[in-house]
């Protein structure tokens, strides 16, 4: 067996560890979170973010990012939203747009360097068969990509990985990414601070 075919193996193998890791990390998180009665009320949510103090943000991004790369079954809508509930429209708007950049630009990376093999050990093969052939047309597979970066309810987590493993260069898929996430986390962000806001009253 080659190196590189090592390399590969081995990357997948502790990528998915680290996934199931953090899986399971996170049930007993809100679990806890739960029995202590977190959920309650927004009060108690906040005081509960708080226990992590200046670190929360940054553990959000990196769950964030891992949420693309290792664990990306779950919704981008969740997390996107915990960010907003958590460290309100503004603060989670920016901390989540740079985890999701930041998890997006991971995920095409890991794409270009370990290809298609490492690409099948996260994605469904029924959905990769779904998007194998857009992923020859060249720039027709760019503009697909595109548009569906700048859509709310796109599969962006996989079409990421599929995209590292096109022609695309590094430099236009960071400037779609960097272009088309913002607008749709503005979305999310505006919407969810009117809801919370409107919840908010009706409680309190």
Known sequence: MKNRDRERIWVSKILRVVGWVLVALLILIVFRAWRAGVFTSLDKMEAYIGRFGIWSPFVFIIYQIMQIVVIPFIP?????????????????????????????????????????HLVLRFVEKKKYDKYEERLSQGKKFEIFFAICIFLPFAPDDLLCFLAGLTEMSYKKFITIILLGKLPVIIGYSISLNMITNWLTAIIR
């Open 76 to 116: 981008g809508g969740v997390t996107t939203t915990a960010g907003v509930v958590m460290f309100g429209p503004l603060e989670g708007l920016i901390l989540n747009y740079i985890g999701i950049c930041l998890g997006s630009i991971a995920a095409f990376a890991l794409a270009k360097r370990y290809g298609k």
